[in-house]
């Protein structure tokens, strides 16, 4: 995978954190809501987070100090 299908793959990872961020507080706000769902929503978010910092590493050289 070369450096720009990285960002871009990192991009559409970030964007896809903050939406579900916000419809985690939305449907938190609802007042009535699936426990399960908020649930499954979390723990996404969590997988996306966890494959946002494996792609940032990538980017970042090895350095040897």
């Known amino acids: 995978m070369d450096e720009d299908a990285i960002r871009e793959q990192l ?3 970030v964007e896809e954190h903050r939406d579900l961020d916000d419809a985690i507080t939305v449907v938190q706000r ?3 809501f699936d426990l399960l ?3 499954r929503m979390k ?3 969590l997988a996306l ?3 946002i ?3 940032r590493n990538m980017l970042v050289p090895d350095i040897i100090a």
């Open 11 to 13: 991009s559409i990872l």
């Open 30 to 32: 609802a007042g009535t």
């Open 53 to 55: 910092s494996k792609l």
């Open 43 to 45: 723990k996404r978010k």
């Open 37 to 39: 769902q908020v649930q």
């Open 49 to 51: 987070r966890d494959e």
